[in-house]
């Protein structure tokens, strides 16, 4: 096989195209996967390719509040016990787990999918605050936390958030964030 440019095999410039199109893969990094997966067991291949595919089947995001789920609403949502009153905001699904780890929080979850950020281009229509402003219509929430995060876009989007919702007749706290990992990546 030759190895150079377009005289590479159809199927490895293929590969080496799509590592291209994810995040923080530049073009030397997609050609070094891309080899690095045909020198690999055809064994470990396929459980690399059926852990995209199930992952791509099994896991949609939560209707109600975005978050990673396996079900439809997710666990959390679909709780009885959860207090339906209060919503915590968060920028990630990963933030949702470190909230759900404390076991102290009873409320519910909404994510945001990111934070307001107008050097990276995200607006607030990029995020999922429309599908928030839908759960609170029901008028059985009355209390919102902004666990964004303690930076400037996490700022930005609570800010924005609070002047949203508060309105509403909704009370917006802004959780000083305390989170385990968020606190010493901010002093
Ligand atoms: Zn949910």
Known sequence: MNEHGSA???????LVEEFYKL?????KSAQRLAYYLLRMPLSEAQA?????????ERVTFCNVCQNVTETNPCRVCSDVMRDRTVICVVEEPLDV????????????????????????GIGPEDLKIAELLRRLDSGEVR?????TNPNLEGEATSMYLSRLISPLGVKVTRLARAIEGRQEMHN
């Open 8 to 14: 590479t095999a159809a199927p490895l410039a293929r």
């Open 23 to 27: 995040p923080g893969i530049g073009p």
């Open 143 to 147: 209390e919102v936390i902004l666990a």
């Open 48 to 56: 690399l390719a059926e852990a995209i595919l199930e992952m791509k």
């Open 97 to 120: 787990l470190a909230i759900e780890r404390t076991g102290t929080f009873k409320g519910l979850h909404h994510v945001l999918h990111g934070a307001i950020s107008p050097m990276d």
